[in-house]
């Protein structure tokens, strides 16, 4: 068998190909940054180009001036949001903290009598617990010590590589955006002639998908977050705010966002208000929270979505955390989207192939 110099040049071209992504996997932990830039500019370069053709007077308004205003919206709000929820819960602390042992004694009057009849005596007061975990750790002061030392030089070490990510990614973001459509232009050039045009449409498709996806999506929170707040602050919890806040926009995060929220919630609601009670209203407001994204929101702000079942929304936030980490949760549907559109055209190829229709 002969190898021609076209085969022979496409499989150097592969193996290249496949020497990058197994370099960008071990990587992965620098990447962060600069893949956070990226989706972040994807989703503001429509607002920097929205920008760019406004005019003051008779000149455009340049790209860079936009960039930075697109950034400085973005921290704002960023920002705005902390100021919002830190104060709140800074507040809510102390209330946590002085009624967390009424909650211990309520669930130590509920449950303790009806343990003991099996033969399990256990106490739930707060002076119980303390003594508890002063007996567990009494003979292991030592190896405590040395524990909490060396979580406290690898959490450092953490917090000098997160603090060094914060920083640098308005860096990576605002050169992204600056050049976003000169690197573009240049990822265009580096498509064979030959697969252009369809490498195009897929793009074009994929770009489709992910905007109604990301847009949608980013509305959906907004109005949750607006609902939750609103619905539990009517129902007397005093955290309303920061839980309400917080389960709008872990929405993005299917199933683990949601049932977040709902923990919080939770524990406010017995914390805070009578246990049946708050538990009731608790279950009232996120059972209607649920279905008005399930069946009203989501399907006419988001559309479709990206048309995965669940247990396939469930493998790729498994499987995306697994790899990359938080920042891999936050990609499992974005890349799940894309796989899709790619899984989508692979199937048409495989029913048009030879292997397929040959009898």
């Given at each position: 068998?002969?190898?021609?110099?076209?085969?022979?040049?496409?499989?150097?071209?592969?193996?290249?190909?496949?020497?990058?992504?197994?370099?960008?996997?071990?990587?992965?932990?620098?990447?962060?940054?600069?893949?956070?830039?990226?989706?972040?500019?994807?989703?503001?370069?429509?607002?920097?180009?929205?920008?760019?053709?406004?005019?003051?007077?008779?000149?455009?308004?340049?790209?860079?001036?936009?960039?930075?205003?697109?950034?400085?919206?973005?921290?704002?709000?960023?920002?705005?949001l902390a100021l919002i929820v830190l104060p709140v819960v800074q507040n809510e602390i102390p209330l946590l903290q002085e009624q967390i042992p009424r909650f211990l004694d309520q669930m130590d009057a509920m449950f303790a009598p009806k343990l003991l009849d099996y033969g399990i005596h256990v106490k739930l007061d707060s002076a119980g617990i303390k003594q508890m975990l002063?007996?567990?750790?009494?003979?292991?002061?030592?190896?405590?010590?040395?524990?909490?030392?060396?979580?406290?030089?690898?959490?450092?070490?953490?917090?000098?590589?997160?603090?060094?990510?914060?920083?640098?990614?308005?860096?990576?973001?605002?050169?992204?955006?600056?050049?976003?459509?000169?690197?573009?232009?240049?990822?265009?050039?580096?498509?064979?002639?030959?697969?252009?045009?369809?490498?195009?449409?897929?793009?074009?498709?994929?770009?489709?998908?992910?905007?109604?996806?990301?847009?949608?999506?980013?509305?959906?929170?907004?109005?949750?977050?607006?609902?939750?707040?609103?619905?539990?602050?009517?129902?007397?919890?005093?955290?309303?705010?920061?839980?309400?806040?917080?389960?709008?926009?872990?929405?993005?995060?299917?199933?683990?966002?949601?049932?977040?929220?709902?923990?919080?919630?939770?524990?406010?609601?017995?914390?805070?208000?009578?246990?049946?009670?708050?538990?009731?209203?608790?279950?009232?407001?996120?059972?209607?929270?649920?279905?008005?994204?399930?069946?009203?929101?989501?399907?006419?702000?988001?559309?479709?979505?990206?048309?995965?079942?669940?247990?396939?929304?469930?493998?790729?936030?498994?499987?995306?955390?697994?790899?990359?980490?938080?920042?891999?949760?936050?990609?499992?549907?974005?890349?799940?989207?894309?796989?899709?559109?790619?899984?989508?055209?692979?199937?048409?190829?495989?029913?048009?192939?030879?292997?397929?229709?040959?009898?």
């Amino acid at each position: 068998m002969t190898i021609t110099k076209e085969q022979f040049q496409t499989a150097i071209w592969v193996l290249l190909g496949i020497a990058l992504v197994l370099l960008l996997f071990m990587l992965g932990p620098v990447l962060m940054p600069f893949v956070t830039g990226a989706i972040l500019a994807y989703i503001l370069n429509p607002l920097v180009d929205r920008l760019c053709r406004c005019t003051i007077g008779k000149r455009s308004l340049a790209r860079s001036m936009a960039v930075l205003i697109a950034m400085v919206a973005l921290i704002a709000s960023i920002l705005a949001l902390a100021l919002i929820v830190l104060p709140v819960v800074q507040n809510e602390i102390p209330l946590l903290q002085e009624q967390i042992p009424r909650f211990l004694d309520q669930m130590d009057a509920m449950f303790a009598p009806k343990l003991l009849d099996y033969g399990i005596h256990v106490k739930l007061d707060s002076a119980g617990i303390k003594q508890m975990l002063s007996e567990q750790l009494a003979g292991s002061g030592q190896k405590v010590t040395s524990g909490i030392l060396e979580s406290l030089k690898v959490g450092g070490t953490a917090v000098i590589g997160l603090v060094a990510n914060v920083l640098l990614i308005p860096m990576v973001l605002y050169y992204l955006l600056l050049d976003w459509h000169a690197i573009l232009n240049r990822m265009h050039l580096f498509i064979p002639r030959r697969w252009v045009n369809k490498t195009t449409d897929l793009v074009q498709e994929t770009d489709d998908l992910l905007a109604q996806y990301l847009r949608g999506q980013l509305l959906v929170m907004f109005i949750l977050a607006v609902y939750y707040s609103s619905a539990l602050a009517l129902a007397g919890f005093s955290v309303a705010l920061p839980v309400g806040i917080l389960t709008g926009l872990l929405v993005f995060i299917p199933y683990i966002g949601f049932g977040f929220g709902l923990c919080l919630a939770l524990i406010g609601a017995v914390l805070q208000l009578d246990p049946l009670h708050g538990l009731l209203m608790v279950a009232i407001i996120y059972g209607i929270g649920q279905v008005v994204e399930g069946f009203y929101l989501t399907p006419r702000l988001v559309g479709e979505r990206i048309g995965l079942p669940p247990l396939a929304v469930i493998f790729a936030l498994l499987a995306f955390g697994q790899l990359f980490g938080f920042i891999g949760i936050l990609l499992a549907l974005p890349a799940s989207a894309i796989t899709s559109v790619a899984l989508k055209h692979l199937r048409a190829l495989y029913y048009r192939s030879r292997f397929y229709t040959a009898s």
